[in-house]
């Protein structure tokens, strides 16, 4: 069984097919948290209580850190009573469980304020998913200052290494590894969204590396403003502590009132970040993504942004549909600019009608015109979003989020509206359902342009403002959740300014994320590399632009950094010669031929943009019988003597592969060697001296696709 008690030790084992986690109570009745790491053979061999380091001036390693009881651990729960107490005692009651789930239930009896913990099991990717229920059963207010989602403990070791996601507009995800010390390290967003900054996603190694060693991980399933903190103390377990951002919250829980905290979900891998990576992904898509679409292969988008900014209208779209359908796109999709007097980034957000100037007749022409060649058809919008020079801001003024008396900071020329308040998420709602129902939309590619600043909410009472955090959040889940299942044939994709809101809150509502605005294809290496560290390859977008500029990258180069994950192109096809459009149509094929291997299948990440010359990436089968190879270099000095062996991972040892190159037809055979040989031989990849002596140059963008497939 993967939850037991033991009645006589009095702890709970909760095991996955490689992970051990367990806590037992103390003779206060206080749950203690003992072991977390490897699956161990007995139950007798996990710790007791009584193995705990007994610190008389404070208390540590508790299961659910509070405010209060001497807990030095970073808190989950603080809250005030009404008669000004401010320490939370919580004392254990029962547990339930019901398969794969348990249910711990806690309580601070004098003040009837009820606990429970909640932990969900993934067995077979050792993962387990926490969050808590808090409850008023009393007659009075309760202010609920702190409520995070869990308290984590692991090894105190001088090797431990905390590694995390960092970054900014247009370069985030960048992995950071830094040693981890006495104190706090705080990993956090106070924007009001998960934010390009920090991720709230963190791994702790022990001298690690891609297949081997210890690795625990986890990442928050929030989309607002969220904390994690990495504790260290000499002589104590270092803790985890993660959930919703305390700083600027309160929440005031009214009698019979219950919330519940965001997920925090957690795992282990004895086998390096390689194992732990793909047991996130595919978690992602078996137990997040919305189940109708999760395991649908995603289609290759065009998107017009790059070819006409907001100058859209029928007939240039009609246009760069014809092109876009001649190299094999599936899915076309219009940008900013149809809707209202958009005519720049100045006005128009919020009035959600369509610009009868450029589209005189409304969108159904143009998407007739668009399926016609046989494509989906697509929409951007920003519905969080209002410029003050639109018609929904001089109506509703009192919309947006803002302090009287304040200045009202823009960002992108616009404001935020207050997606806490009930009319404004009601708004949402039927315009965006108006939207979907009049119009024969595939694909909405949701936008959210800037942070929160001046987090007023004046139309509650003061001592509910500081709620506008959560609430936010939660109506922004019920509007994605009402039009997912009132329209359950459109694909939603997820963007913020890029990736400044991506994480698992929002991806139990949304297909795909938008990974940057970056989409230089050098650029997106690094930023992809330490996209795959918290995130699937299938909810990845990369686009095929002309960032950069259009000749300084070769349009295979580009085309092959953006089959990392789902393919997008957002060139300007006006552009394009005849020898580009045979390129991209090939390039697109190829995608089409690999998408479901590089879209369901395994990632082992060969290499690293920051440490080796190239950057390799291999996507493998569940059976094992066929992968793919993307192989992109990363120019430098002396690139001449490049000569690249790339060895492959996962293989069946006595399989025998033919490595190939080309689409299908066209194949043109490489090597055919064991798997494990090419595990130990690898492949010659490139052999850029080789190159230049027989072309007199080298492609300082050099980069190739190879396939392999098991031949007996």
Partial sequence: MPITFDQETKRWFLETENMGYVFGLDDQGKIKNLYWGAKLPRFRDYPQVKDLPVMDRYTWNDEFSVRGEKNNVEHCLKVEYYDGVRDVVLNYKSFEVNGNDLVIKLSDDHYSLNVNLFYKLIEEYDIIERWIEIENNSNQEINVEDMKSA???????????????????????????????????????????????????????????????????????????????????????????????????????????????????????????????????????????????????????????????????????????????????????????????????????????????????????????????????????????????SELYREHPDWVISFPNRPKSLQRNQLMLNLAREDVKEFIIDFMDNLLTQNDIDFVKWDMNRHVFESGWMQVKPRKQREIWVKYVWNLYDIWKYLREKH??????????????????????????????????????????????????????????????????????????????????????????????????????????????????????????????????????????????????????????????????????????????GLQGEEKEIVKLSGLALKERGILVEDSSKDFFESGKVTHFYSRILRFRRSN
Wanted: aromatic share 14%.
């Fill in 151 to 389: 308290s984590l403990y692991v090894e105190n070791d001088e090797k431990a290494k905390l590694n995390y996601l960092a970054g900014m507009w247009g370069s985030e995800f960048h992995l950071r590894k830094e040693d981890i010390n006495e104190g706090s390290k705080v990993l956090e967003s106070k924007v009001g969204k998960t934010s390009a900054y920090l991720n709230p996603f963190f791994a702790i190694d022990y001298s690690a590396d891609e297949d081997h060693g210890k690795v625990y991980f986890g990442e928050l399933a929030w989309s607002g403003n969220w904390k994690i903190v990495v504790q260290k103390r000499i002589y104590e377990r270092i803790a985890i502590i993660g959930g919703i951002n305390d700083w600027d919250f309160s929440y005031i829980l009214e009698p019979s009132e219950k919330i519940n905290t965001p997920k925090f979900v957690f795992g282990f891998s004895d086998e390096g970040f390689t194992k732990a990576s793909q047991n996130i992904h595919h978690y992602q898509l078996d137990y997040v993504l919305p189940k109708d679409k999760a395991h649908k292969l995603r289609k290759v988008i065009y998107n017009s942004w790059e070819a006409t900014t907001f100058n859209v209208n029928e007939e240039n779209q009609k246009i760069l549909a014809e092109k876009a359908a001649k190299i094999g796109v599936e899915l076309f999709v219009i940008d900013d600019g149809w809707f209202g007097e958009r005519n720049d980034d100045h006005a128009g957000l919020g009035d959600w009608y369509v610009n009868k100037e450029k589209f005189p007749k409304g969108l159904q022409p143009l998407i007739s015109y668009v399926k016609s060649l046989g494509m989906d058809f697509g929409i951007w919008v920003e519905p969080e979003m209002v410029n003050p020079d």
């Fill in 488 to 661: 359950p044939h459109v694909t939603f994709e997820n963007c913020s300014s890029g990736g400044g809101r991506v994480d698992i809150g929002l991806m139990q509502y949304a297909d795909q994320v938008w990974t940057s605005d970056n989409t230089d294809p050098f650029d997106r290496l690094e930023i992809q590399e330490g996209f795959s560290y918290a995130y699937a390859p299938k909810v990845m977008m990369g686009w095929v632009t002309d960032w950069g500029g259009k000749d300084t990258y070769p349009l295979t180069y580009r085309f092959h950094s953006s089959m990392m994950g789902s393919l997008g192109i957002g060139a300007d096809l006006n552009k394009f010669s005849e020898q580009d459009f045979d390129l991209a149509r090939y390039q697109v094929q190829l995608y089409k031929e690999i998408r479901e291997i590089v879209q369901e299948g395994y990632q082992f990440r060969l290499s690293s943009v920051k440490n080796d010359r190239y950057f390799a990436l291999e996507y493998l089968n569940k059976s094992k019988d066929e992968g793919v190879l993307i192989y992109l270099r990363n120019p430098r000095r002396f690139g001449l003597f490049d000569r690249v062996n790339v060895k492959l991972k996962g293989l069946e040892n006595d399989a025998v592969y033919t490595v190939y190159e």
